[in-house]
Nanobody, 121 residues
Framework: QVQLVESGGGLVQAGGSLRLSCAASTFSTYAMGWFRQAPGKEREFVAVIRWSGGSTYYADSVKGRFTISRDNAKNTVYLQMNSLKPEDTAVYYC????????????????WGQGTQVTVSS
């Protein structure tokens, strides 16, 4: 079992920045990712990072604006979000998965409780 706890969400104006954090009870060799779900929409993939940190992948909608990183010594994964847009408003979820591919395609084996990000125009 892996427990994931997100933090760092909040209210920000368009063009602003936020950094989300996800503390894991254990990292092992899990790939880690971020997903989001806006009101009335399905949960969607945002970003994923390999357990070694060597490879990252992003949804086209956030590429160039968001950066995923991890600190394996702290069992923590981050999502730096810059140039935020109102359409980025959603609950953001951290997830752990067996591999980058399974995390992107099937979703996580473990999920956090989510943190709200609201971007005002």
């Amino acid at each position: 079992q892996v427990q994931l706890v997100e933090s760092g969400g909040g209210l920000v104006q368009a063009g602003g920045s936020l950094r989300l954090s996800c503390a894991a009870s254990t990292f092992s060799t899990y790939a880690m990712g971020w997903f989001r779900q806006a009101p009335g929409k399905e949960r969607e993939f945002v970003a994923v990072i390999r357990w070694s940190g060597g490879s990252t992948y992003y949804a086209d909608s956030v590429k160039g604006r968001f950066t995923i990183s991890r600190d394996n010594a702290k069992n923590t994964v981050y999502l730096q979000m810059n140039s935020l847009k109102p359409e980025d408003t959603a609950v953001y979820y951290c997830a752990a998965g067996r591999s980058v591919l399974t995390l992107r395609v099937e979703g996580g084996d473990y999920w956090g409780q989510g943190t709200q990000v609201t971007v005002s125009s």
